[in-house]
T-cell receptor, first 112, second 112 residues
Framework: DTEVTQTPKHLVMGMTNKKSLKCEQH?????MYWYKQKAKKPPELMFV???????INESVPSRFSPECPNSSLLNLHLHALQPEDSALYLC???????????FGPGTRLLVL | GNSVTQMEGPVTLSEEAFLTINCTYT??????LFWYVQYPGEGLQLLLK?????DKGSNKGFEATYRKETTSFHLEKGSVQVSDSAVFLC???????????FGSGTKLNVKP
């Protein structure tokens, strides 16, 4: 099983809403990632978790709050987002920092 | 510093043409090298990888060889199909690429 799943596939939210994106993998990977991808651009790294601990935060605004409840799950909590935060949010996992990353299909977020 | 450079697209080819997409990197270490592919409306998929010098990664008719002397990992395919139309992203990853970023991506359009 080399699948990373993400829910929801699409999300529309207002600037005052609170929502969460979810990511799950059952490959036993110990590193998990959140990326943001704008149209026609490569993915930009947001956060990296290693062994369920946050190891990299790429200076992401605090309105994005990651959480890793266990080794298989990764959440991204969203609060008070701006329209410019509209993008495709991708989750990925890898065995370790050196290994290939496996991506989920993404959540397409629209902030109104 | 460390960086990765991909040829700018879009690249437009006729079916059965030969494809080369250039990727070069600068690094003080010995990164593992990956190519990812993103089909329209989808997330990223690992296409192939190489972890040491002279290794050749291959998948779905695509090939790339880790060239340490030229710090390159050019992607090739002998005969492209319309279904190969996608964005291809080069991604070095390793000790000195600890920021986990991707190349700018090269869009390939294959016409019947």
């Amino acid at each position: 099983d080399t699948e990373v799943t993400q829910t929801p596939k699409h999300l529309v939210m207002g600037m005052t809403n609170k929502k969460s994106l979810k990511c799950e993998q059952h490959m036993g990977h110990r590193a998990m990632y959140w990326y943001k991808q704008k149209a026609k651009k490569p993915p930009e790294l947001m956060f990296v978790y290693s062994y369920e601990k946050l190891s990299i935060n790429e200076s992401v605004p605090s309105r994005f709050s990651p959480e890793c409840p266990n080794s298989s799950l990764l959440n991204l909590h969203l609060h008070a987002l701006q329209p410019e935060d509209s993008a495709l949010y991708l989750c990925a996992s890898s065995q370790d920092f050196m290994g290939a990353q496996y991506f989920g299909p993404g959540t397409r977020l629209l902030v109104l | 510093g460390n960086s990765v450079t991909q040829m700018e697209g879009p690249v437009t080819l006729s079916e059965e043409a030969f494809l080369t997409i250039n990727c070069t990197y600068t690094a003080t270490g010995y990164p593992s090298l990956f190519w990812y592919v993103q089909y329209p409306g989808e997330g990223l998929q690992l296409l192939l990888k190489a972890t040491k010098a002279d290794d050749k990664g291959s998948n779905k008719g695509f090939e790339a060889t880790y060239r340490k002397e030229t710090t390159s990992f050019h992607l090739e395919k002998g005969s492209v199909q319309v279904s190969d139309s996608a964005v291809f992203l080069c991604a070095p990853k390793g000790d000195n690429f600890n920021k986990f970023y991707f190349g700018s991506g090269t869009k390939l359009n294959v016409k019947p």
